[in-house]
Nanobody, 123 residues
Framework: QVQLVESGGGLVQAGGSLRLSCAAS????????MGWFRQAPGKEREFVAAISRSAGATYYADSVKGRFTISRDNAKNTVSLQMNSLKPEDTAAYYCAATTGLRYLDTREYNYWGQGTQVTVSS
């Protein structure tokens, strides 16, 4: 059983930056591919970014490509999401998730989820 705890959310003005972190425990972190998802009120949860087990490959939603960067530290059991040039439409609850599967974009592929951290971007 893997436990995931996100941190780093908050309120920021448009154009600003935030760094989200997710700490994992209870399993072998390097066995899992990791993803970040977000969910705005009234909308479905959507894929943001994912990273392979060795950090050799990363994947991004088109809406965040070039602005967000996902990274991981297998020695510290953490995955991070650096978010730059934030826009009001990035406002959402952000979740990290772990999977042993290969379908990075599919929420159903992920076995474990954190509780989420709120990001609010003001205009």
């Amino acid at each position: 059983q893997v436990q995931l705890v996100e941190s780093g959310g908050g309120l920021v003005q448009a154009g600003g930056s935030l760094r989200l972190s997710c700490a994992a425990s209870g399993g072998t972190f390097s066995n899992y591919r990791m993803g970040w998802f977000r969910q705005a009120p009234g909308k479905e949860r959507e894929f943001v970014a994912a990273i392979s087990r060795s950090a050799g490959a990363t994947y991004y939603a088109d809406s965040v490509k070039g602005r967000f960067t996902i990274s991981r530290d297998n020695a510290k059991n953490t995955v991070s999401l650096q978010m730059n040039s934030l826009k009001p439409e990035d406002t959402a609850a952000y979740y990290c998730a772990a999977t042993t599967g290969l379908r990075y974009l599919d929420t159903r592929e992920y076995n474990y989820w954190g509780q989420g951290t709120q990001v609010t971007v003001s205009s």
